[in-house]
């Protein structure tokens, strides 16, 4: 009988003075097994550093669908996820040219990354990887430019509230829609309207232990309708809302303002 690897994913708070940048830490650890482990990775809104196994790190942006991991029994995974709005100015390079990308870290820091490759590669155990990444990380922030205070409070506030109406959110920035779209771009990858649809289907996954039922989702989350839900998940997740909520253990989720960060295991203070 063919064995299914299972996976051990876990999310960290970062360390103290980085949690103007940094949403989390984390790491995946695919256990034994006869065949891959077949990973979906949701829109977030968010670019991480990542290294899986042996591999250099990889700068993956902000997506604009699902994308499936295929991780190997016994890989093991690192990575730096940064707050939306925070990577455009940590990562040195505008947002947008990281959307639905992965390109080697190398590619935008040269010989910077390849130290951190190598001193995160050399680590032995997960402890020692996520502290060797987030020390690197934190070497780099301190030349960094500050990001941009209003996109990163708009962003917040679409987080918390996915269904509130965006002109709101312009009024009382005062910035036009345009002048908010270019900024957002810039710094997220995407505008707030798409940044504001991955946030409803992020929530939407947050309560997906609770007990309403989808219709009900639909109208708390501010869809115009079930069938408009039902499109939107489709064209984020790849998958229909029944199948989110019901593989919502075993997604990876992502950092969410709601305490839910990780729905495979509790939240820990450290590795």
């Not at 309207?193 to 989808?214: E, G, N, V, Y």
Request: aromatic content about 6%; overall charge neutral.
């Amino acid at each position: 009988m063919l064995r299914r690897p299972s996976s051990d994913y876990r999310e960290y708070r970062p360390d103290a003075g980085l949690e103007a940048w940094i949403a989390c830490t984390w790491s995946q650890t695919i256990g034994d097994g006869d065949a891959e482990f077949l990973q979906r990775v949701l829109p977030d809104g968010c670019a991480d550093v990542v290294w899986i196994g042996d591999a250099g790190a990889r700068a993956v942006g902000p997506a604009t669908a699902s994308v499936v991991e295929v991780l190997p029994p016994g890989t093991s995974v690192v990575g730096v996820r940064f707050r939306p709005g925070a990577a455009a100015a940590a990562l040195d390079v505008p947002a947008f040219d990281l959307r639905d990308r992965q390109p080697k870290l190398e590619e935008l820091w040269g010989q910077p990354a390849r130290a951190l490759d190598e001193r995160v590669l050399e680590a032995t155990g997960l402890t020692a990887k996520l502290a060797a990444a987030e020390s690197g990380i934190r070497v780099r922030l301190v030349t960094a430019r500050v990001p941009d205070a209003i996109v990163l409070a708009v962003a917040a506030n679409i987080e918390l509230y996915p269904d509130a109406c965006l002109e709101r959110a312009l009024t009382e920035v005062g910035l036009s829609e345009r002048q908010l779209r270019r900024r957002f771009r810039e710094e997220v990858g995407y505008g707030p309207k798409t940044f504001q649809r991955i946030a409803r289907l992020r929530r939407l996954l947050a309560l997906a232990a609770s007990d309403r039922s989808l219709s009900a989702l639909a109208m708390e989350l501010g869809y115009a309708d079930q069938a408009h839900m039902t499109r939107e998940v489709a064209t984020l997740a790849g998958i229909s809302p029944a199948q989110l909520v019901a593989r919502a253990p075993v997604l990876q989720a992502v950092s969410d303002p709601f305490d839910v960060r990780n729905l495979q295991d509790r939240w820990v203070r450290g590795p």
